[in-house]
């Protein structure tokens, strides 16, 4: 069981280190984040796939999506249950509840 904690005061965001953020965008339970390298990372609570890492499961640090089919993120969108990608090329993509 993974146990997130409610700070009352602006912490450190550990796993982040050293990265150039682009963008960052927090869902229910979960946030997501785009370097300036076109690189997503995810992490919080993993319900209905919205990390998009292929699963459910929790992770506790920012982790790369190693499954993206664009090798260029510009924007992200972390919803309540889905995450929505915007590519360079203008595409976009979707993972999570109803991205079927």
Same mark, same amino acid.
């Given at each position: ?31 997501? %984040? ?16 919205? %990390? ?11 982790? %790369? ?36």
């Amino acid at each position: 069981v993974i146990i997130f904690r409610i700070n009352e005061s602006p912490i450190a965001c550990q796993g982040i280190n050293g990265m150039k953020v682009k963008q960052i965008s927090a869902g229910n339970g979960y946030t997501a %984040l785009t370097t300036d390298d076109g690189k997503v990372y995810t992490w919080g609570k993993g319900d209905s796939g919205c %990390l998009g890492h292929g699963d459910t499961e929790p992770r506790i640090n920012p982790t %790369l999506i190693n499954a993206l089919p664009f090798s260029f993120i510009t924007g992200v969108s972390a919803c309540n249950s889905h995450t929505i990608l915007t590519c360079i090329d203008g595409e976009a993509m979707v993972f999570g509840s109803n991205s079927k």
